[in-house]
Nanobody, 118 residues
Framework: QVQLVESGGGLVQPGGSLRLSCAAS????????MGWYRQAPGKQRELVAV????????YADSVKGRFAISADNAKNTVYLQMNNLNPEDTAVSYCC???????????WGQGPQVTVSS
């Protein structure tokens, strides 16, 4: 059974930073990418960042220059470093896995809350 276990969400002040982690266990058949979606209150879920196993990355325009996705293949873990956070980044963040470019992920994490507020 595949599991994506996330950690690192929480409350941070505007301008602060958080790092999300997502550890994958089990066999993720046919998946060649992992990434993060988020869903803010009253908004549609959006793809924030994705990384392919061949190294390519992609980011939403709203987070370019502030967020960085990386991976530790030995630990089967993907990270999302989020810097210069603002209240518009408040959302439930979902780790996911599937085929590049991750338009329809087959696997989802539980979705930790990220809250940016003073």
């Amino acid at each position: 059974q595949v599991q994506l276990v996330e950690s690192g969400g929480g409350l941070v002040q505007p301008g602060g930073s958080l790092r999300l982690s997502c550890a994958a266990s089990g066999s993720i058949f046919s998946a060649n990418a992992m990434g993060w979606y988020r869903q803010a209150p009253g908004k549609q879920r959006e793809l924030v960042a994705v990384m392919a196993i061949f190294g390519r990355t992609s980011y939403a325009d709203s987070v370019k220059g502030r967020f960085a996705i990386s991976a530790d293949n030995a630990k089967n873990t993907v990270y999302l470093q989020m810097n210069n956070l603002n209240p518009e980044d408040t959302a439930v963040s979902y780790c996911c896995a599937g085929r590049w470019p991750l338009d329809s992920p087959g696997y989802w994490g539980q979705g930790p809350q990220v809250t940016v507020s003073s």
